[in-house]
């Protein structure tokens, strides 16, 4: 699940910062599976939830924009 988007008041927002960065998709193991481009030239919440990240690691995932950590398959 990708969690940048904050939910409830006073929790940071993952993505501010980082929108203009390539996503780096890794499988379980931290081997790097693809690099994703911002769409646009910037990533939206929205633009990251609507990824396909499983058709990239099918049997798990933890995606990055840069070396930041945005999300897994386990949490």
């Known amino acids: ?3 940048t988007r904050p939910i409830h008041n006073g929790e940071p927002d ?3 910062g980082f929108e203009c960065l ?3 998709i ?3 193991d931290g081997n790097e599976v693809a690099k994703v481009s911002a769409p646009n030239g910037h990533w939206t919440h929205d633009a990251l939830e609507s990824l396909d990240i499983y ?3 099918p049997n798990g995932w933890n995606a990055y924009l840069d070396n930041h950590w945005i ?3 386990e949490v």
């Open 14 to 16: 993952l993505l501010v």
């Open 26 to 28: 890794q499988d379980l």
């Open 55 to 57: 058709a990239y690691s």
């Open 22 to 24: 390539m996503l780096n």
């Open 1 to 3: 699940m990708i969690v």
């Open 71 to 73: 999300g897994s398959s």
